[in-house]
C-alpha cells in the first residue's frame, strides 16, 4: 500500500534560498544493530538490511506526479522530472548494491524481487533496530526527495551535470573518499594552548596514511596565513572565495580564479571545486572544464554542522549512509570538531569491515571515471 507517512507533518523546512537542508535530519542508533561490523560478512548483513529498509519506504511512497511530490515535500513548485530522474537512478543503486551485499541472490534480480524480499517482518532481536531504521530512512527520504524536487531552480549534490562532476556514486563497493569543507580552521585557544583544528585533523590523517581532500575557501586562506607546508600530503581544492551560493552569483568567476591564485601558494593545479551547498550552474561547469578543473559533489553528507547532534549521531549517521550506499564521497567540516572525532570510528570500521579509503591523489579532475 502506497502512502504519505504521518511522520513527515512534524518537519520543519529551511528557507528555499538554501537548498542545504530542513531542520530535522536522519539518525540512527547504530548500536540497535544486534551485530558489530568487525567484518566484511557482518557489514554486508548489515548493508542489505538499510537497503532493503529504504527500498520499502521508497516503493510506498507516491511520488508519481507533481501532487504527490508537493505533498511529501512541501515544495510549492517541484520539478517532477527531476524526482522522476532520482527514483531512476535510486532504484537502480540500491538493487546493484543489493546484489552486492547478498552475494547476487535471487532477491537482487529485479526490482520487483527487492520489495518482495523487503516485506519480511524483522527477525526476533531486530524489532527495535526495524523500527529506528524507518525513521531514519524516512527522514533520509525526505531530504534527497526535497533536493531533487528543488533541482535545477536550487542546483545541489542530488544530480551531476556531466561525466565533468563527481558525486561519490562512481567509485567501487566499498570504497570512500574522505574530503572536508569551509577551512582552513581558525586557530583558538585550548587550556591556554593555541590549537587549529585544520592542523590537528590533517595530521590525524597523517599518522593513519590516509589522503583526504580538503575545500578551502579563499578568504579564510588569506585571513589564516598558514605555512606552505600547512595541508601536508592531504589534496586541496576550492570551495570559492567566500561561503555562499555560486549558481546565480555574478561573481562567481572572480570567486574561484581569486582562490586557484590562493591554493597555488600550497598546492599545484589544476583543482576540484567544490560549489557551497552544491550550487552552481552548467554555465560554471563548463568553465572549469575549459581550465582543466571540475567538481567534486558528494553523496554522503555528514551533517556534522548541525548543532542538534551529538558527535555520536553524526557518526551513527555517516556509518548507516555507508551501509546504504556502500560506496561514496563523505562530507564533513574541518572547522567543525566533530570532523576530528569521528575519525577513529571509521577508521576503525575501515579496517574491520574490509573497506577501502580512497587516496585523493588518485582522482583527476579531468576524469570521466573514478
Excluded at 504521518?6 to 528555499?16: D, T
Excluded at 555574478?250 to 560549489?275: E, M, V
Excluded at 567543525?336 to 570510528?345: F, G, I, K, V, Y
Aim: neutral net charge; proline residues 5%.
Amino acid at each position: 500500500m502506497r502512502f504519505i507517512f504521518p511522520l513527515l507533518l512534524g518537519l520543519i523546512i529551511s528557507p528555499l534560498t538554501q537548498a542545504a537542508g530542513p531542520a530535522k535530519v536522519a539518525t540512527l542508533e547504530r548500536n540497535l544493530w544486534p551485530q558489530p561490523l568487525t567484518s566484511a560478512a557482518a557489514f554486508d548483513r548489515a548493508s542489505a538490511a538499510e537497503i532493503l529498509t529504504f527500498a520499502r519506504l521508497l516503493e510506498a511512497t507516491p511520488l508519481s506526479n507533481e501532487a504527490d511530490i508537493k505533498a511529501f515535500t512541501a515544495v510549492d513548485k517541484p520539478d517532477a522530472a527531476s524526482v522522476q530522474r532520482w527514483l531512476e537512478k535510486t532504484r537502480q543503486r540500491l538493487q546493484a548494491n543489493y546484489a552486492q551485499a547478498c552475494g547476487q541472490c535471487a532477491a537482487s534480480a529485479s526490482w520487483a524481487a527487492l520489495i518482495t524480499a523487503s516485506q519480511q517482518p524483522a527477525a526476533d532481536g531486530y524489532q527495535n533496530w526495524a523500527k529506528a531504521s524507518e525513521a531514519f530512512h524516512l527522514r533520509y527520504l525526505y531530504e534527497q526527495v526535497r533536493l531533487a524536487a528543488l533541482f535545477p531552480h536550487i542546483t545541489s549534490e542530488i544530480h551531476t551535470f556531466n561525466q565533468h562532476e563527481v558525486d561519490g556514486f562512481e567509485l567501487p563497493d566499498r570504497q570512500f573518499l574522505l574530503s572536508y569543507d569551509d577551512g582552513p580552521a581558525p586557530d583558538r585557544l585550548k587550556e591556554g594552548v593555541k590549537v587549529n583544528g585544520t592542523e590537528q585533523l590533517v595530521k590525524a590523517l597523517e599518522s593513519a596514511g590516509m589522503r583526504a581532500q580538503f575545500f578551502a575557501l579563499g578568504e579564510r586562506i588569506k585571513q589564516q596565513k598558514a605555512p606552505e607546508d600547512f595541508y601536508a600530503s592531504q589534496c586541496l581544492g576550492s570551495h570559492g572565495e567566500v561561503h555562499k551560493s555560486h549558481q546565480k552569483w555574478d561573481g562567481w568567476a572572480d570567486s574561484i580564479n581569486t582562490t586557484r591564485t590562493r591554493l597555488n601558494d600550497y598546492q599545484p593545479g589544476p583543482y576540484w571545486f567544490r560549489p557551497p551547498y552544491g550550487q552552481r550552474s552548467e554555465v560554471l561547469t563548463t568553465a572549469l572544464q575549459q581550465t582543466g578543473e571540475g567538481v567534486m559533489l558528494w553523496n554522503i553528507d555528514s551533517q556534522d554542522w548541525n548543532r542538534k547532534l551529538s558527535d555520536k549521531d553524526v557518526e551513527d549517521r555517516v556509518i548507516t549512509l555507508m551501509l546504504l550506499w556502500r560506496r561514496g564521497i563523505i562530507l564533513y567540516h574541518d572547522i567543525h570538531p566533530r570532523a576530528l572525532a569521528n575519525l577513529a570510528a571509521l577508521q576503525t570500521l575501515q579496517q574491520q569491515a574490509g573497506l577501502n579509503w580512497r587516496d585523493c591523489h588518485s582522482l583527476q579532475p579531468k576524469a570521466t571515471k573514478l
